[in-house]
């Protein structure tokens, strides 16, 4: 059920103060040592950030996916890193168990999800199978009580930090395709699975992505996300559509504090005897920036709203993800040249936001992943 107004404004007035007061003063630290400090990773599960998205009868705030993005549009407002840190229990870590998992996997999992005390990833990506996920090798096969999974996962978020993993494999290894894959919840500390090194990345130092590798590792038959087997493609699917609107609240948030930043500096910076704000150049960045993350705000609070009204929004998930990365995309570069050669130095931050938000054209489907869903989408509506 939504939140009555007061109660959703004062949410995000909490997250806003988080998020003013506990994040923006530590991003210069978090990007140098690489890590959130355990204080605000503390503070987040006060806030019940790892749960927003996990029905209250677990613990979870159970927001509506309108609320999430407003939250997620607050997140954005500092560096990406620390919405990474709830970014899987609230997305693709734990939307499979709320979707498809059993009564006991909700039972035993969402609880310490929604608190923050448990980490849960998503394993779907490979060494051989990114934007081609339902080409994916890593096999479970069924033996006895048990399956036995065999793979690797690449750039997978959290991993080093996670109790659970819900893993995408494939049971049937005589069906090449999407229905050959099921999904699983496997536990951290199962035999056989090791977790890689960090990979050393472009931006979001402090968010974290390893490669995780089964080696005949077994795991308990109830370890199967839900009850069938060759669904597991589909789970992925759907976890991605929501999550793809959960990213794109994320860039606004972002393109709004650069736009932000782009403005004080506009205003306080002096050229030629006066404020660069005053030169129609520059308001001219600074209009296509307001311009076009207001646009992405609508957009994505109008998918979420349908959303929530029970609509499928694959097709407009996948518009906010394409719009709304590529957008942050062109903010952050505008930011640059406004702060011009302080926006290349690293004291001001502006060159690691656009370092970091390099890869929401990249990741949960690259642009070309999304045209490819809203254009089939569209054909799907004729045919
Ligand atoms: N919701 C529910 N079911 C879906 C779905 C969705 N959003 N999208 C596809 N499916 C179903 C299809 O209906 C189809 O089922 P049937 O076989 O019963 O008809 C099945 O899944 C296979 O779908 P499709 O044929 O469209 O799969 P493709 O292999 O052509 O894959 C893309 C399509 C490219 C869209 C998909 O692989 C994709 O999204 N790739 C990007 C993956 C990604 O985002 N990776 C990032 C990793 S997570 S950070």
Redesign the pocket.
Known sequence: MALDIETRNQLIETVRRFVTEQCRPAEAEVAENDEVPEHIVQGMRDLGLFGLSIPEEYGGLGLTMEEEVLVGIELGRTSPAFRSVVGTNIG?GSQGIVMDGRQDQKDYWLPKLASGEAVAS?A??EPEA??????LRTTAIADGDEYIINGTKR?I?NANKASVFTLMARTDPSNK???GISAFLVPADSPGLTIGKPDKKMGQQGAHICDVIFEDCRIPKLCLLGDKEGVG??????V??R??LHISGVCVGVAERLLDDSVRYAAERKQFGQRIGDFQLIQAMLADSKSESYAGRCMVLDAARLRDAGE?V?LE??ACKLFCSEMVGRVADRAVQVFGGAGYVSDYGIERFYRDVRIFR?????SQ?QQ??IG?NLLKQVS
Do not use: C, H, P, Q
Not at 130 to 135: E, Q, R, V, Y
Not at 362 to 366: A, I, V
């Open positions: 693709i998503f779907l990506t990114g934007s081609d996920a339902a080409s750039f978020t395709g999407a229905g493609f589909k789970a992925a699917m759907k991605l559509d999550g793809r499928n694959s998930a996948a990249l990741y949960e489907g690259t992943v490819l869903v089939r």
